[in-house]
C-alpha cells in the first residue's frame, strides 16, 4: 500500500515517455505504420501480461479470489463502451474547436475527476484539496498558454458554443471512465489480474470492432485491419505499444490500491515533463508560462498530499512575540 | 483592529484606480503637466491631513502618545532614503531590461517581502502561508504573460545578468522600505497620525530635493519646479493627487495596524483589478492568462488567511467509508 509512489512516478515516467517515442517514431514528420493498431496491440499486450500473472496465481497454493458471476462481469465492458462515446465526442469536438483549445479545455477533466470522486466514489475532499484539484487544472493550462512568438493565435471564447459544451462533456467522460474502473476495481477483493482480464478482453473486443468501423468507413481501401497489423512498425513502435501497454497496467495497479486523483496528478505531472523533456530533445523553446505552470503544479502536489499537519503548524503563542522583542522608545 | 480588511479593500480599490485615473490624465496619450509634481503634492496632501488630525488629537482629553527624542525622530527619514536609493536602482535596471520584463520581475517582491517580513519582523508564517505567498508572486506574474497577439516577444532570460541581478536588488529594496516602515509604526504606541507627520515631513523634503535635482539635470530649461508645480493641471490630475495621498494613508494605517502581506495582497489584487477594468475601460483584450492569474491569486488570498480549520476539516473517520458503503459481489 505504501508504494502507490513509486507506481504513481513510474506512471508520470512512462507516460512522457509516450509523447516522446510516439514523436520519434515517424519519420520525416510522419507515421508509416497505421497508428490505429497501437491501442489494439497494447490492448493485447496488456491481456497477455495479466493473463499470465493470473495463472501464476492459480497455481501458488493460495487460489486467488475470482468473482465469476456474469452480474459481475458484465460490468466491465463498460470502461470500454465510455471511451467508445469519448472518442466520439472527442471527434465532435474537434469540429468546433482548434487543437490548442481543445488541448486546453482538456485540463477541465481534472476538475471533473475530483468533482465525479466526490459525488460517485462518496470520497469527502478538504478545501484545500479542492482547491489543490483547481489549482492543478490551472496549472497545466498556464504552462499551455500561447507564447508571443507562435503561430496560431486565437481568441479565448472565439468557438461557437457547441464547441465548449462538447468539450465539457468530454471532460466528464473522460472523468466517468476513471472514476467507473476504480469503482470496478475496488468493489470486491477479487485479484487485480482476473479484474485486468475482464478490463482487457472486452478492451481487445472494441478495439478490434473500432478498427473493424474504420475499414467499412474507408471502404477497406487499405485492406482488412489484421493485414496492416504490424507493418511499418520499427523498434521504436514497438516501444510505444509496450510503454502503452505498461501504463495501462500501471494505471490499473493505481485505480486498485490508490485513486483516481493519484493518477489524475501522475498524468498532469507527465505533461509537464513532456515539455521539459521537449526543450532538450526537439529544442523547444522553454516558456515563462511552463515554468509558472510548474511552480502551480508543484505548490498543487504539496497542498494535495502533505500531511496537514506539515502545512498549517501555526505556532499561536509565538504571533505575538516580534512586537514585544522591539525596544519601546517612548516619551513620557 | 477587525476592520483591517475594510481598509485593505479600500487600498485595492484606490489602488486600482491610480492606473486608471493617471491613464484618464493623459490628453491624446500624454501628460499636459509635469507628473513629477504629483507625488510630491500627495506628500504635502498626506502631511496636511495626518497634522490636522494629530492636531484634534491634541485638543481631545487624552493627549496622544508622542516620542519626540532625536533617536527616534532620525529612524524617520529611512524610510525615503530606501525609496531614493530604490528608485535609482529602478531606472538602472530599466537600461538592462525592457518594461515588461521589468514589470515581470516586479513581482518578486511580494516574495522577497515575506521572507524580509519573516527575517526582520520574526513573525512566523506556515508553509501554507509561504506557498500562498509564492502562489500570489505566480499568479500576478501569469497574470501579464504576453499574449500570442502582442507586438514585443521578448525571449525568457535573454537581458544581460546585470538586469536581473538590479531587478532582484530592486525588489529586495521595495520589501525592505515596506517592512521598516512597518517596524517604525509598530515599535510602540505612538499616535498614528504623529508617526505619519514625521514620515511625510521627510517625505515632502526628499521629494523637493529630487524635484530640485531633476531641475538641476536639466540646466532648469524648464524653469524650477515651483513654477510648473499645477501648470497643466485637470480634474482628473488632482484626483490622482487625492487618490495617490489615500492610498499612501492606508498603507500607514496598515503597517501600523495589519502588516506587509496584507498590504501585498491589496495591491496585488489591485493589478488583477486594474486590468479587469482596462478590459471595460480601454477595451483591452482579456486573455486566458488573466484569468487564470485571477483564479491562482484568489486561490492564494484564501490560503493565506483562511482559519486552517476551515482548509484542513479531514474527516479521518469516512476516509473509508465509500469501500464498505459499496455492495460485495464476490464468489464463494
Partial sequence: MTQWYFVAALLTILTSSQGILTTLSQSHGKYNYDYATVPFLAEVFKLLVSSFFLWRECKSSTRPRMTTEWRSVCLFPIPSIIYLVHNNVQFATLTYVDTSTYQIMGNLKIVTTGILFRLFLRKKLSNLQWMAIVLLAVGTTTSQVKGCGEVSCDSLLSA???????????????????????????????????????????????NIGRLLLDDFRSGFENGPWWQRLVIGYNATTWMVVLNLGSTGLLVSWLMKYADNIVKVYSTSMAMLLTMILSVYLFNFKPTLQLFLGIIICMMSLQMYFSPPSTLVDIPATTVKAPLENLKEVTVD
Fill in 160 to 206: 461557437p458554443m457547441q464547441g465548449y459544451m462538447l468539450g465539457i462533456l468530454s471532460a466528464c467522460l473522460s472523468a466517468l471512465a476513471g472514476v467507473y474502473t476504480e469503482f470496478l476495481m475496488k468493489k470486491n477483493s477479487d485479484s487485480l489480474y482476473w479484474q485486468n482480464v475482464q478490463l482487457y478482453t472486452f478492451g481487445v473486443i472494441f
